[in-house]
Structure formats: structure tokens, C-alpha cells
């Protein structure tokens, strides 16, 4: 029987162990907003958002808050040594130029062969592109963090997404609150389960096929 | 004789603003960088058939401290001047707190041209650098691709993009001397400075007016070349 599932500062901590050393990073909102807080102590990670700004730290205390130091989230920003500011064009240009080494996005649906939708829930009928289309075609790596499945249990791992797309073949790293999928030539590879959860467990509750990893692993942190 | 671009109020700088008119609206989405008083001004002004530019329609909440006046081009919306909104974050991320731009949109009062915010930012740049359109990766194999031209360059897809222009650039700069060179204030920079030369009549609204020579050269970010008029707060 399947444990609980992991919390998503868990989820967040274990993407973090995914950035590397000195990389450049830009971070999604919800779960991958939280990765900044669990990176490792002997790794420093420069943050990149796509309104313009390199090099920030943590958010604002109350007393902090300026309307002149958001991030893309719309989230106050603490003023800390070494930032940049940039306009939108250089900012995007970082991004879809190569230089961004890693952007964490959330997924409503992400199919087998690495597709990614997050920008529209159908039923609603209308919503934000924002920076997703050109993080998700630009960024070197992209990294999934979010929930395996929606609230209702629907799938979010999918054969081929139903939803409308932000980017194709862009997906290289799932990690959701019950594994650690991989997106490889030959479908998706299950590296990891947390713990208590057995592969076909995992399979349960995925849209489409997981080929199980050989060195398959419990999440670790 | 010395050149000299201030107007004297708000109202005097948009005055002249027809029916119809394309404007670029500076700021990223929150308060900061946002040209409010031009906005005011512009909703008092009336011109109406407006096509508006900018990165969001107009969000309420975002980036701003709680219990803080919220003034976007959202009025302008209420208002029933904009025939239309190019943008790349239009609505509430909250689909039960709808934006005023998402009830007219559910009205048919107004049409959207939704842009990846990449592809928007390039687009404009190009309209203010005399480029009329260029590949980009983003939008491949989405909506987004619908109806455009693909090329394909070293092994891999690209979309075709056409740049931007506007008649007019409502922003908002921190400083600027009287000759219209400017600096802009952290995370407000984003879509401010990116819009000051595509437009053929730029208007700043500026927090703080300095002579000739109050500004480092070296440090300066808009050239006043790109100004028509600058409006102190």
C-alpha cells in the first residue's frame, strides 16, 4: 500500500539537488519558487527573472518592499549586493540565447516524449503565455516540479498532452510527490519513488508508460 | 534654440491622442514602472478604438503592497476605450478573480493578442530598430505557430515574428534631464526602456527631473533621442 505523499518543500528539495555549482537559474512559480531555499551549502546558484533582473537573493522582509524589486511572480525582492537589471529584450535573450542553465517550470500535463502544457486550463478558456513559451524553447534544461497527479487524481503524465502546448520536446527531468522521472529517447525512465511507494504503484497513477530504471532508488535528500 | 521636452501637466502630454491610436504601456504588470498619471490623464482625455501594448492587461494585486491604489490600464478598459490588447499575461492567474480585461474579453468588448512575453519583448525591440521581422524558436509546435511562417536553420524550427510599433509610448522613468535622457529604477526597467524607441511620440512619466549633465553619461539608458516628451510627477 502506498505511503503518503511528499510534501512540496520535499519535492523542491530534491529538485535543488539538480543545480549546478555557479549555474544560472530561473525559477517558476509555485513548487520551484521554493527550490531557492534548499540549495546546498557548498553550491552557489545565480537566479535569473525574466522582468529584468540577475543575482537576486531572498524575498523582502515587509519593511523591504519595493514596487521597483518584483520578480516575474510579482513577488518583493530583498535588495542584495551583485544584482543586475536589465530590459525585457536582454532578459528574454539570456533565455532563448543559451544561457540559462536551468529553469524549474510547474506542469498541468507532460507527455512521454517531454512535451510540456502550463499555461491554459481549457475549461477556462483563456490564459497566460507570460515567459513559459520561450523558458521552455530556450532554457538549456528543463526541470518539472509539481504533483503527479491533479487534485481530483486526473493524470498529468500523459501519452500526448491534451491540453494546449507550451513547448515540444523540451522536458529532460520530471520530479513530482511520489517519484523522479526521466525523459530519454525511449519514453520515460522511473529513477526514483519516495518512500514506501513500489514502481507499479507509481504506474497507477501515470498516463502513460514508465520503463523502471535499473538503479531505481528511494528518494533521498 | 536649447532643446527642452517638458510638458507643462499630464493632460497637455496626451492631448493631442486620437481615436484609434496604438500605445505601448511601460511597466512589467505591478505598480512599479507603470505610467499612472498618463494613464488618469488618457481616461479623462476619452480617445477611444485604442489598441494598447503592454506586457499584461492590466492585473490587479500584482507586485503591489497591500491596500495600495491600483491604477493600470485596466481603467482604460472599464472605461470602454480599447478595441484591443496585445499582451502576454492578459488575465487574473485566478480564474475566480477575474480581471476587467477578462469580463470585456467574455463580453466580446475587446480582442486579445496573446504573445510569448520572449517574442513580444523581440517584437518591439525590432519595431524601434528598424527590423521588420525574425526567427525565433519559441511558439514552435503551439498556438502560437498558427498561420506563421517555419524555417528551419541548422537543424532545428523556427518561427517567423513580425515587429511592433505604436503611435505612442506611455512609461515611467525614475529620472531624466530635460533633454530627454533617462534611467529607470530596478525591476521597472523591464519593458520601459525596450519601448522608448519603438514609438513615434515617446512620453515619460518621470519621478524626478535633473539639468544636463545630473546624469552619468556612462550610465544613462534611454537616449533622449527616444523621447518626445517628459511629464514630472
Request: aromatic share 6%; net charge negative; proline share 6%.
Amino acid at each position: 500500500m502506498a505511503e503518503d505523499r511528499l510534501p512540496r518543500e520535499v519535492i523542491a528539495m530534491r529538485v535543488a539537488q539538480e543545480l549546478p555549482d555557479g549555474g544560472y537559474v530561473n525559477l517558476g512559480i509555485g513548487i520551484p519558487t521554493l527550490v531557492s531555499q534548499f540549495i546546498p551549502d557548498d553550491r552557489t546558484v545565480v537566479y535569473h527573472s525574466e522582468n529584468g533582473v540577475l543575482n537576486y537573493g531572498p524575498m523582502a522582509t515587509e519593511e523591504e518592499q519595493d514596487v521597483d524589486l518584483i520578480n516575474a511572480g510579482g513577488q518583493f525582492l530583498a535588495p542584495v549586493q551583485g544584482m543586475a537589471f536589465f530590459h525585457s529584450a536582454e532578459a528574454f535573450a539570456m533565455i532563448r540565447g543559451g544561457h540559462i542553465d536551468v529553469t524549474v517550470l510547474g506542469a498541468l500535463q507532460v507527455s512521454e516524449t517531454g512535451d510540456l502544457a502550463n499555461w491554459m486550463v481549457p475549461s477556462r478558456g483563456i490564459g497566460n503565455i507570460g515567459g513559459a513559451m520561450d523558458l521552455a524553447a530556450g532554457a538549456r534544461r528543463v526541470i518539472i516540479a509539481m504533483e503527479h497527479t491533479t487534485p481530483k487524481g486526473d493524470f498529468k503524465i500523459v501519452q500526448n498532452c491534451t491540453f494546449p502546448l507550451t513547448a515540444k520536446h523540451c522536458v529532460s527531468l520530471i520530479c513530482t510527490d511520489v517519484a523522479v522521472i526521466s525523459v530519454t529517447s525511449e519514453g520515460l525512465v522511473l529513477d526514483e519513488v519516495a518512500p514506501g511507494w513500489a514502481p507499479d504503484e507509481v504506474q497507477a497513477i501515470t498516463g502513460a508508460t514508465l520503463k523502471v530504471s535499473r538503479n531505481l532508488k528511494e528518494i533521498a535528500l | 534654440m536649447p532643446i527642452n521636452k517638458m510638458v507643462n501637466s499630464f493632460k497637455d502630454a496626451v492631448a493631442d491622442v486620437p481615436q484609434g491610436s496604438v500605445i505601448m504601456m511601460g511597466g512589467f504588470g505591478g505598480p512599479g514602472g507603470m505610467p499612472q498619471q498618463l494613464i488618469l490623464a488618457l481616461r479623462d482625455q476619452g480617445a477611444k478604438e485604442l489598441t494598447i501594448i503592454s506586457n499584461t492587461a492590466g492585473l490587479p494585486g500584482f507586485g503591489s503592497v497591500a491596500g495600495q491604489e491600483v491604477i493600470n490600464h485596466s481603467l482604460l478598459v472599464e472605461n470602454n476605450q480599447v478595441r484591443k490588447i496585445i499582451a502576454s499575461f492578459p488575465v487574473s492567474p485566478s480564474a475566480s478573480r477575474p480581471n476587467a480585461f477578462e469580463l470585456a474579453y467574455r463580453a466580446g468588448d475587446v480582442e486579445l493578442e496573446m504573445v510569448p512575453q520572449g517574442t513580444l519583448a523581440e517584437r518591439i525591440r525590432a519595431g524601434g530598430a528598424g527590423i521588420p521581422a525574425f526567427y525565433t524558436p519559441t511558439g514552435i509546435g503551439t498556438v502560437v505557430a498558427e498561420g506563421k511562417e517555419n524555417r528551419v536553420f541548422d537543424g532545428r524550427e523556427y518561427l517567423l515574428e513580425r515587429n511592433l510599433t505604436a503611435n505612442y509610448a506611455f512609461l515611467r522613468a525614475d529620472q531624466a534631464d530635460t533633454l530627454g535622457n533617462a534611467v529607470y529604477r530596478g525591476s521597472s526597467r523591464s519593458f520601459n526602456a525596450l519601448m522608448a524607441p519603438a514609438a513615434g511620440i515617446t512620453i515619460l512619466e518621470v519621478d524626478e527631473i535633473v539639468q544636463p549633465g545630473d546624469l552619468d553619461p556612462e550610465a544613462i539608458v534611454t537616449p533622449g533621442i527616444y523621447v518626445n516628451r517628459i511629464v514630472k510627477r
